[in-house]
T-cell receptor, first 114, second 109 residues
Framework: KAGVTQTPRYLIKTRGQQVTLSCSPI?????VSWYQQTPGQGLQFLFE???????NKGNFPGRFSGRQFSNSRSEMNVSTLELGDSALYLC?????????????FGNGTRLTVT | EDKVVQSPLSLVVHEGDTVTLNCSYE??????LLWYKQEKKAPTFLFML????IEKKSGRLSSILDKKELFSILNITATQTGDSAIYLC?????????FGKGTSLLVTP
């Protein structure tokens, strides 16, 4: 079974631009979550989608948004990029939503904002 | 505010040593605690703990949860250089996985 696939692997953008990251979950997984990882803050939860609906959202500004398609693939968008958005963005999938379903992570997209 | 604290933040040991990593949590509506190992990229799942006092084992790794004292430990015996990684714990509630900042473990030959 293929794992969680994230594209692109690396991105360099300038301040003020916007960016879209993509995540394909493990086949059959319907829940997709997004996390931001930085050295200072660790892994921080952005949002979770299940069956095309946002189920939960972390404490990030409205510049961070996402969506999920009918095939469970998900995209995350960050508008008006700031230097502090430089991070590793990790996507994770699980078979079901909810708290008893461990996440399977992708390799991440490394975003650098200059 | 939900909080997960891991200690130590970093650790250097010699091959063959035994290490204990700590994770304490204060999370509303706690459901489970997860441990992950992160080497270069994707965190890989190690354990899910939902009940107090029941040890989970996988080879040289084991973990246990104390829901009364709100902590979990991850033990690694007979460490090998391949155990070098960041170990993450996450306390799960219905809203999110709340991750700690991780323990960076370096095992030297």
């Amino acid at each position: 079974k293929a794992g969680v696939t994230q594209t692109p692997r690396y991105l360099i953008k300038t301040r003020g631009q916007q960016v879209t990251l993509s995540c394909s979950p493990i086949s059959g997984h319907r829940s997709v979550s997004w996390y931001q990882q930085t050295p200072g803050q660790g892994l921080q939860f952005l949002f979770e989608y299940f069956s095309e609906t946002q189920r939960n959202k972390g404490n990030f500004p409205g510049r961070f948004s996402g969506r999920q398609f009918s095939n469970s693939r998900s995209e995350m968008n960050v508008s008006t990029l700031e230097l502090g958005d430089s991070a590793l963005y990790l996507c994770a999938s699980s078979p079901q939503t909810g708290e008893l379903s461990p996440l399977h992570f992708g390799n991440g997209t490394r975003l650098t904002v200059t | 505010e939900d909080k997960v604290v891991q200690s130590p933040l970093s650790l250097v040991v010699h091959e063959g040593d035994t290490v204990t990593l700590n994770c304490s949590y204060e999370v509303t509506n706690f459901r489970s605690l997860l441990w992950y190992k992160q080497e270069k990229k994707a965190p890989t799942f190690l354990f899910m703990l939902t009940s107090s006092g029941i040890e989970k084992k996988s080879g040289r790794l084991s973990s246990i949860l104390d829901k009364k004292e709100l902590f979990s430990i991850l033990n690694i015996t007979a460490t090998q250089t391949g155990d070098s990684a960041i170990y993450l714990c996450a306390a799960v509630n219905p809203h999110a996985l709340n991750f700690g900042k991780g323990t960076s473990l370096l095992v030297t030959p």
